[in-house]
């Protein structure tokens, strides 16, 4: 049998390798021996695997991985990073806790620190509602205006920050209610459009008309408590400006019209549970440096927080 096989073996004589055999449509396979080099490299590959599997997290088990005896971990490399990060930053950190937020401005190395910080932070905590540039949309304000409804300066941020707006869990959270005029029948329909007509010429948007003289009328008897007589707004009721052509909720007269018949009310959570007091104040001098931010509280009695904060 032996002699058998071997007779029966055929060679390629360019090559002189055997062939194995196996044909398709005539053309034949030659038992070619793979190189040298890459069996050394493909052992070596095997060795590399082992030693890594020993040495380092492989194997996922039912509750946790098989651990490796050098008990090195990716989260345990991010936690000496976070560490490291944290220890280098402990110093500026300090020194902004120990300066008053309204005094912040007085220490242009300092602003600019916080301001840095400020915007990473912004960038993790708010971006999701006030977008990438803080330009807001509608129904979220856009921070890099100069139009505040609870007062622009650093203080006041910083308070808004802590205790939200209509956030439930503060009780000094920044708070107003514009009463439903449509809904709760307080004003007609008519009267509604009237009193858009002359909103929208408090700014300029729209002519003097018979309309906005009868909306005036009834803009002053509804609405001037908060709003003012002129439409500009009070900060201790935290009622916007209706004279500068911003708007929360789309400058649209179906939209004005819409929020005065059923206001929408946005919230805004409050910080403080979440965020350390050097984030929040860091979060306060972004803001504070998209644009707008006022230089000193303007108009504003101490309430309970403090003077009033961003929109």
Known sequence: MANKHQDAKRVDEPTGTEFV??????????????????????YACIVWGIVYVILYPAWPLVEKGTEGVLGWTSRGQLAEAVEAAQLERAPVLAALSEIPTEQLTEYPERMRQAISGGEAAFKVNCVQCHGAGAAGSIGYPNLNDDDWLWGGDLKAIEVTLQHGIRWDGSDQTRTSQMPAFGRDGI?????????????????????????????????????????????????????????????????????????????????????????????????????????????????????????????
């Not at 309970?304 to 961003?310: D, F, L, Q, T, V």
């Open 21 to 42: 055999g196996h044909e398709w449509d005539g053309i034949e396979e030659l038992d070619t021996p793979m190189p040298r080099w890459w069996l050394w490299s493909y």
């Open 187 to 311: 004003l007609t329909r008519e009267q509604i459009t009237e009193v858009t007509s002359h909103i929208l010429t408090l700014s300029g948007a729209e002519d003097v008309s018979p309309a906005s003289l009868r909306g005036a009328e009834l803009f002053e008897a509804n609405c001037a408590v908060c709003h003012a007589s002129n439409g500009t707004g009070l900060r201790e009721f935290g009622a916007p400006n209706l004279a500068d052509k911003i708007w929360l909720y789309g400058d649209k007269r179906s939209q004005i019209e819409g929020q005065i018949w059923a206001p929408q009310n946005g919230v805004m959570p409050g910080w403080q549970e979440r965020l350390d007091p050097v984030t929040i104040k860091m979060l306060a001098a972004y803001v504070h440096s998209r644009g707008g931010g006022e230089a000193a509280p303007v108009g504003v009695s101490e309430p309970a927080p403090a003077e009033g904060a961003s929109e």
